[in-house]
């Protein structure tokens, strides 16, 4: 039976052999996209591997053994780019050396990755250069960088010096796996995190895959049915049929993994340049393991000739039941309850307050979204059913009536194709919700340009309450105050001195004076009367706060100007005409002045590993809501192609009645973008509608609708799904001719 079934596979006839190689190339398609979902999370994991050195301060030692690395890690900005600095210093003679470098830098010396190294040379030496005071002696190798631009540099120290900054830690190894801390310093966050968020996008990616190798595998499946019907009333048993079924499936299947493969190596140097976290991947990182090869080569036959026999079970069971089709029942409104319990048990939060309890509110974001992501694939189908039949009721043309009717006929068939797209919008289309209306709310900070134009350098006394006292500043150089008023750019400059009683941590953290505090209003205004106010934590914490500093009025601190004067300094705050090269020039002037005193930030920005993170997780979203659009594109083509080869007979004698071939055409042009226009519709009012709520509730951050490039991404990704549908517009014309309208 085997040669029996290669025979009928390979040389019983042109339509064979046509079907044959369809469903190869519909596989090659499935395999080429499943092996670059695969290549990208181990590229992404290959980033993530070469930074993770730089999360060597979570496991800091207690060991008392000399040869031990002092070890401060820290993220300074320039142009709104993270720059990861690492200072160190040796405590024995066989200190650990972090990768990419020969030995490690001494007291006065620096290396630099080469991104940053290009940067120190380009840029004015007054805003990012004279951050770092002493000589380059060594580039940062690529086996320590995430990225080829990542911006990395080590700065080195003696022990003595550096073992007396609040922050450092002895270090006895070097880190070389991710670690699980809440603030990493590796560019694409802790482990945990990391592992959740590539989680989900592996999910989001492979799993429209997957479905889209399956249907490739069942193409022209009534075509098969008929004919294996026909070898069953001759005689054949249900063994035999499916040792041949298996056959044909074996051929398409294998050779659509060649093709695959083919594909994948083609295009791979085109998809090191994809943004899948902000940063592109180095040379190598879109590899694929031994067992990625091995589940693909072995996998997707075994799942072809799998998918094959389950498409074959009325033939198995009666070759009669071929013919006894019967239209299955439209789907229920039922099937839309639990997309509507999922959104009700996000809005009763929302007016009735988030659960006290973390687990609480965790259990609340999970339960919500798994009823929203099970409600969209159930509800898909009805939505696909309302959509045909509003199609059909207002159809004028009779490509729309046909179009509507074959959809009603099997919804469920007709959304099968691209019910993976449904998890990839509704994740992508939630994330970019909530991200940017995190970022709008960052942005309203301080009014249009205030908070943003106004730099802060926060020192240790500032956030924490066990900040040294060799590690304070009592006062501010008048050559520093006199360096910032002279800096081009400089609008004004206040001093936050600290608090002598800690026991007002929170609501009353500083004292400003009224005069330098009118200068910045970025961080508040003075109680009328009042000559030294007392100042609470005016640096933007998004997050669960809907207030901002730029609009407190501070209360009266209840001493002199001068008493103020006298206490040690917590903070500067910097107004600036908002240019960049100002910002960068403070920045400078602040870093030089106070070393190891934290890094100046904008009152209206995020931190850096936040800002990081989120970007991150924006691109990542971005590559996902188009590579799922490509991927339902494709399962539509797959579906037009085995429809076409289904109903070859039918379009022929339409053909032959005087149909033009333009209305072919539109009949399929309509029963493949009606249910992707229509999930995708769906799916996107769904994320964003869930991530108002929940941000709303959880956060207290009003939801904004996504800007531009967001509508730009989905749009462009629906126009290029939708003329990968029309590639296939030329098959209409090639296989419906005149010879085929003749009875079989």
Not at 254 to 283: C, D
Not at 518 to 546: E, M, N, Q, R
Not at 611 to 623: G, N, P
């Amino acid at each position: 039976m085997i040669r029996l079934g290669l025979r009928l596979t390979l040389v019983s006839g042109r339509d064979a052999a046509l079907r044959v190689l369809v469903m190869a190339a519909a596989v090659a398609m499935g395999v080429g996209l499943l092996l670059a979902c695969l290549a990208g999370v181990n590229g992404l994991h290959a980033q993530t591997d070469r930074g993770a050195w730089l999360d060597s301060a979570a496991q800091a030692s207690t060991s008392a053994s000399p040869n031990q690395l002092w070890w401060l890690s820290g993220t300074d900005l320039f142009d709104n780019q993270e720059i990861d600095q690492v200072d160190v210093a040796a405590a024995g003679p066989n200190a650990p050396v972090p990768p990419g470098i020969a030995h490690l830098p001494g007291a006065g010396e620096f290396d630099a990755s080469p991104a940053l190294s290009t940067l120190l040379r380009s840029e004015p030496a007054n805003e990012l250069r004279d951050r770092y005071p002493g000589r380059q002696v060594g580039t940062i190798g690529a086996a320590a960088l995430p990225s080829p631009n990542s911006l990395i540099i080590i700065v080195g120290h003696s022990a003595h010096q550096l073992s007396r900054v609040p922050g450092a830690v002895k270090v006895a190894a070097i880190q070389s796996t991710p670690a699980n801390c809440f603030a990493c310093q590796n560019a694409l966050g802790s482990g945990t995190v990391l592992e959740f968020i590539l989680a989900g996008g592996a999910v989001a990616l492979l799993l429209p895959v997957l479905i889209l190798i399956a249907m490739a595998s069942r193409l022209s499946a009534a075509r098969r049915e008929e004919r294996f019907a026909a070898m069953r009333l001759v005689g054949a048993t249900p063994r035999q049929i499916s040792v041949v079924s298996a056959v044909e499936a074996v051929v398409a299947g294998v050779t659509g993994v060649a093709l695959g493969f083919a594909l994948f190596f083609v295009f791979r140097p085109l998809l090191s340049h994809v943004p899948f976290t902000g940063a592109p991947l180095s040379q190598g990182d879109l590899s694929l393991h031994w067992i990625n090869i091995m589940l693909v080569a072995i996998g997707v036959p075994i799942a072809a000739v799998v998918s094959a026999r389950l498409a074959l079970r009325r033939a198995q069971g009666s070759p009669l039941s071929v013919q006894r089709r019967t239209l299955a029942h439209p789907p229920r409104i039922v099937r839309i309850i639990p997309l509507f319990a999922g959104i009700a048990l996000l809005a009763y939060f929302d007016s009735a307050g988030k659960p006290g309890a973390v687990g609480g509110q965790l259990l609340e974001l999970l339960v919500g979204f798994v009823l929203l992501v099970v409600g969209l694939v159930l509800a898909g189908p009805w939505f696909t059913t309302a959509g045909s039949r509003l199609m059909t009721r207002r159809a004028n043309h009779p490509a729309a009536l046909i179009a509507g009717r074959r959809l009603l006929d099997n919804p469920k068939a007709a959304f099968r194709f691209i019910s993976g797209l449904v998890i990839a919008l509704f994740v992508a289309s939630a994330l970019i919700g909530a991200l940017s209306s995190i970022n709008a709310a960052a942005g309203a900070v301080g009014g249009v340009g205030t908070g943003s134009a106004t730099l802060a350098d926060p020192f240790c006394s500032f956030s924490t309450t066990d900040c040294p006292v060799a590690a304070q500043v009592p006062s501010v150089p008048a050559r520093v105050m006199n360096e910032l008023h002279t800096t081009p750019g400089v609008e004004a400059v206040t001093v936050v001195h600290e608090s002598p009683s800690q026991a007002g941590f929170g609501r009353s953290f500083g004292y400003v004076s009224c005069e330098q505090l009118a200068k910045t209003p970025a961080i508040g205004t003075c109680a009328p009367g009042a000559s030294v106010v007392s100042v609470g934590y005016f640096l933007s914490h998004v997050l669960g706060h809907s207030s901002h500093a730029s609009t407190s009025v501070w209360p009266s601190a209840g001493l002199s100007l001068a008493a103020a004067q006298r206490l040690p300094v917590d903070a500067i705050v910097v107004a600036t005409d908002g240019s960049s090269g100002a910002l960068e020039r403070v920045r400078t002037t602040l870093e030089r002045a106070f070393p190891f005193q934290g890094v100046p930030v904008a009152i209206d920005a995020l931190d850096p590993s936040t800002a990081r993170l989120l970007t991150m997780i924006q691109d990542m979203t971005d590559v996902m809501i188009v590579a799922s659009l490509i991927i339902a594109a494709c399962s539509l083509a797959v579906n037009i192609a085995a429809g076409l080869g289904e109903r070859k007979r039918p379009f022929s004698l339409l053909r032959l009645t005087g149909v033009p071939l333009g209305v072919l055409r539109r009949i399929v042009a309509l029963e493949s973008a009606l249910p992707l226009l229509v999930v995708a519709t769906v799916s996107v009012v769904v994320g964003l509608v869930s991530a108002a709520l929940y941000l709303h509730s959880q956060v207290g951050i009003a939801f904004r609708i996504p800007g531009l490039a967001f509508w730009a991404t989905v749009v462009g990704g629906l126009a290029g799904s939708l003329a990968i549908i029309a590639s296939t517009f030329p098959l209409i014309n090639r296989v419906t001719g005149p010879e085929v309208a003749r009875n079989d």
